[in-house]
């Protein structure tokens, strides 16, 4: 299965701490989202790589949220000074025409 | 800002039993998804319609398109526990990108 794959599956985490997720998105796709979904919420756009350019970012990225495409085939996605707030599943997309998820880092800041 | 308005939030029924969740907004879309997420999981895609009055059928899903394309429903007939899930509207391409603008969502429990 050459789906979107994400890694880690869970995180757990003090506050403070800093945390990257990565994304390997769908080979072909040189569209990659990474969205946020709380409990009870369907996803928020959080940033957008046409290739290895970010072509936008959500006002829900804060300054402590960075992320990265450097070569156009997977993206990182970091977190610095994490706050309890962050606590959520972030969800990576690749697309050409239609958007394929992956399955999601469950983040849990304590 | 929240396009989509979905209902009901929460829907908790039987195996066997028929269902419709909706999908509302005031805006026109030139087309709707529907996703379901499976707990744990990221969204897949179910179906995409396109033309105002259009209804697609998936198996026990039949998906309808308002006419106006401000709306849109599901119908599960027949509803099985594998259909437990969180189902997602949105309509693709209207955040610019391509990027997808979800409403909250539709959970469903089926029980067996």
């Known amino acids: 299965d050459t789906g979107v794959s994400q890694d880690p599956r869970h995180k757990i985490t003090k506050r403070g701490q800093n945390v990257t997720f990565r994304c390997d998105p769908i080979?072909?796709?040189?569209?990659l989202y990474w969205y946020r979904q709380t409990l009870g919420q369907g996803p928020e756009f959080l940033t957008y790589?046409?290739?290895?350019?970010?072509?936008?970012k959500s006002r829900l990225l804060s300054d402590r949220f960075s992320a990265e495409r450097p070569k156009g085939s997977f993206s990182t996605l970091e977190i610095q000074r994490t706050e309890q707030g962050d606590s959520a599943m972030y969800l990576c997309?690749?697309?050409?025409?239609?958007?394929?998820f992956g399955p999601g880092t469950r983040l849990l800041v304590l | 800002t929240q396009l989509l308005e979905q209902s009901p939030q929460f829907l908790s029924i039987q195996e066997g039993e028929n269902l419709t969740v909706y999908c509302n907004s005031s805006?026109?879309?030139?087309?709707l998804q529907w996703y379901r997420q499976e707990p744990g999981e990221g969204p897949v895609l179910l179906v995409t319609?396109?033309?105002?009055?259009e209804v697609k059928k998936l198996k026990r899903l039949t998906f309808q398109f308002g006419d106006a394309r401000k709306d849109s429903s599901l119908h599960i007939t027949a509803a099985q526990p594998g259909d437990t899930g969180l189902y997602l509207c949105?309509?693709?391409?209207?955040?610019?990108?391509?990027?997808?603008?979800f409403g909250a969502g539709t959970r469903l429990a089926v029980h067996p």
């Open positions: 997309a690749s697309s050409s025409e239609d958007s394929h």
């Open positions: 080979s072909e796709h040189n569209r």
């Open positions: 790589f046409q290739n290895e350019a970010q072509l936008e």
């Open positions: 805006s026109v879309f030139s087309s």
């Open positions: 319609v396109v033309t105002g009055g």
């Open positions: 949105a309509p693709p391409g209207s955040g610019g990108y391509n990027k997808l603008i």
